[in-house]
């Protein structure tokens, strides 16, 4: 069964630092997405991606992120100068065609911030 | 701001059991209705999703769905422990999906 696939599966990093969490969709999604639970929080929604451009963005994806799609594959998260309440868990999710489709979510990485 | 409100739980049933999940959700423009399944230190695994409704099952698993009421509900049955996990509901209205605190499931053998 095709999977959302998450690199690094943890990550750690000074503060301050920036990081890449990368993705790679299940092959034939067209909406794509990254969110975070912080430990012991609910999973909160970050930015939604789709026809390489942002559709959508939470209030916490401030201008220290960013998304990109370098390649027909890869689907990336930039976090610029991390700071220790970054430290969460990060998934990535992809749904398929159309709206409103379930999305499958990725492994998750797990950014450590010290 | 969109909630979705989970009872945190723990809902502990014996093995066997049907264990009933519920969620209600604040916003009534919502049109996409989850459940997800998360083990500890886990990624969200997608259970069922619910669009109108009613009732929707799938093996063990029964969602149903009241948008008057603004409702959610998962029945599991013949519960086993391996069941044991924290289910999510999750609700969208376009793109986003708004996630609930989740439910800890326990299943004692």
């Known amino acids: 069964e095709p999977e959302v696939t998450q690199t690094p599966s943890h990550q750690v990093t000074q503060m301050g630092q920036e990081v890449i969490l990368r993705c790679v969709p299940i092959?034939?999604?067209?909406?794509f997405y990254w969110y975070r639970q912080i430990l012991g929080q609910k999973v909160e929604f970050l930015v939604s991606?789709?026809?390489?451009?942002?559709?959508?963005k939470s209030e916490i994806f401030d201008d220290q992120f960013s998304v990109e799609r370098p390649d027909g594959s890869n689907f990336t998260l930039k976090i610029r100068s991390t700071k220790l309440e970054d430290s969460a868990m990060y998934f990535c999710?992809?749904?398929?065609?159309?709206?409103?489709?379930?999305?499958?979510f990725g492994d998750g990485t797990r950014l450590s911030i010290l | 701001q969109k909630e979705v409100e989970q009872n945190s739980g723990p809902l502990s049933v014996p093995e066997g059991a049907i264990a009933s999940l519920n969620c209600t959700y604040s916003?009534?423009?919502?049109?996409?209705f989850f459940w997800y399944r998360q083990y500890s230190g886990k990624s969200p695994e997608l259970i069922m999703s619910?669009?109108?409704?009613g009732d929707k099952e799938d093996g063990r698993f029964t969602a149903q769905l009241n948008k008057a009421s603004q409702y959610v509900s998962l029945l599991i049955r013949d519960s086993q422990p391996s069941d044991s996990a924290t289910y999510l509901c999750?609700?969208?209205?376009?793109?986003?999906?708004?996630f609930g605190t989740g439910t800890r499931l326990l299943v004692s053998p």
């Open positions: 999710a992809s749904s398929g065609d159309r709206e409103y489709q379930p999305q499958h």
């Open positions: 092959s034939n999604h067209l909406y």
């Open positions: 991606f789709y026809n390489n451009e942002i559709s959508e």
């Open positions: 916003d009534r423009v919502s049109q996409s």
């Open positions: 619910i669009y109108s409704n």
């Open positions: 999750a609700v969208s209205g376009f793109q986003k999906l708004v």
